[in-house]
């Protein structure tokens, strides 16, 4: 599943996608709701609770993008590899295989809990 899913090339692509508009929607909501980076706002315990929040969640994108992203990429040249081939895959090459995906769970461990941590941090700065 995860060989089809990576030979696409949309798998990252769309991830990405996704990341950088729901940090650019961040960004138009923090705006207004900071009064427009009012110093005096982001001082108080709401301010830097959300600003905190926002820092993880683009820390989060960033570490999609260039850490996990380059795994993907990896990993669907290597799933065009063994799947364009006839018969049993070498082992050489779904030692990589699984080498590349224990990368990407790690990487992708790490990547939701920085997402946890901002959603974590924003919805705390809802309820001060």
Same mark, same amino acid.
Do not use: Y
């Given at each position: 599943?995860? &060989? ?5 090339? =949309?798998?990252?692509? *769309? ?8 940090? /650019? ?8 709701? !900071? #009064? ?5 706002? &982001? ?14 969640? %683009? *820390?989060?994108?960033?570490?999609? %993008?260039?850490?996990? #992203?380059? %795994?993907? *990429?990896?990993?669907?040249? &290597?799933?065009? @590899? /063994?799947l364009g081939r006839q018969?049993?895959?070498?082992? @050489?090459?779904?030692? @990589? ?5 224990? =990368?990407?769970?790690?990487? !992708? ?5 920085? #997402?946890?941590?901002? &959603? /974590?941090?924003?919805a705390a700065a809802q309820?001060?």
């Amino acid at each position: 599943f995860m &060989l089809q899913l990576a030979k696409s090339g =949309r798998f990252g692509r *769309v991830l990405t996608a996704s990341a950088i508009i729901t940090v /650019l929607a961040g960004a138009l909501l923090f705006w207004p709701t !900071s #009064g427009g980076l009012n110093g005096d706002w &982001l001082k108080t315990p709401q301010g830097i609770t959300l600003t905190i929040g926002a820092i993880f969640g %683009i *820390v989060a994108m960033l570490h999609g %993008i260039f850490a996990t #992203g380059p %795994i993907t *990429v990896k990993m669907g040249a &290597l799933a065009k @590899e /063994l799947l364009g081939r006839q018969g049993p895959p070498p082992p @050489e090459l779904m030692k @990589e295989a699984q080498a590349l995906g224990a =990368r990407l769970g790690t990487n !992708s461990i790490i990547s939701l809990a920085l #997402g946890g941590l901002a &959603l /974590l941090f924003m919805a705390a700065a809802q309820t001060i």
